[in-house]
């Protein structure tokens, strides 16, 4: 079982944070240049970290190699990777920065907005050229919605790897041509202790429940509208 991919939870609820901060903060403020340079950051280490703590698993790299295809022809996905990337070596944040060719396209929508919003400019995707002035969370927010949906569908197909209800299943453990026995010793306890269990069925589910339930479900459910299903069938849509 993967004993690292929390690094990945947490880089993902990491840039849920700060894209969260970034929401409710002041327009043109300098805690929201923080907020959004902060999730850029986060969100690109997403997909680092995936690769990192999964490289090692069988089928994981065919797998990613789909999985980037698709990231490395979305245009906004590119996008945010050169900003990171600016960021990063050049010191630059583009939230708020209204060039000349826009200015007025901009006072014209802060005036008929109610709410300001925080701006950016970004390739046109429509024209192929030349730039488009957008809503920064909402621009953001479509983008990490993709990372959600990589990690995601990660999740699913590796989920005997990485979620430890679903590792300790009589299937999985069969699949790996171990025992009952042997899920007991991989937490810590004697292997006599398999003998007190009532019957099989309830013993890996005794098993199970010492274990946590998709750390990132929320999130998930919250930006894809899917979420890991629970081995024992318990709630997994959360509230």
Known sequence: MSQSFEIVEEKLREAAFFLDGLRTAGQLSFEARCYFSAFVSAARTVTLALQVTMKHIDGFNAWYEQAQARLKADPLARFFVEVRNDSVHKGLNPLGQVPMEHLREHLSLQFRQRK?????????????????LADAVQVSSEYFKSLVAVV??????????????????????LAMGKT?????????????????????????????????????????WLYTGRSISDPDGLEDVPK
């Open 180 to 220: 009952f026995e042997d899920a007991v010793e991989e937490l810590g306890l004697p292997r006599t202790w398999a003998d007190c269990a009532p019957n099989e069925t309830d013993a890996w589910r005794i098993l199970r429940s010492q274990q946590p339930a998709c750390l990132i479900n929320d999130i998930f």
């Open 152 to 173: 995601f569908d990660c999740y699913d197909r590796f989920r005997c790897v990485v979620d430890p209800r679903w590792y300790f299943t009589r299937e999985n453990f």
């Open 116 to 132: 300001r919003s925080h701006v950016i400019v970004l390739p046109d995707p429509r024209a192929g050229h030349g730039t488009a």
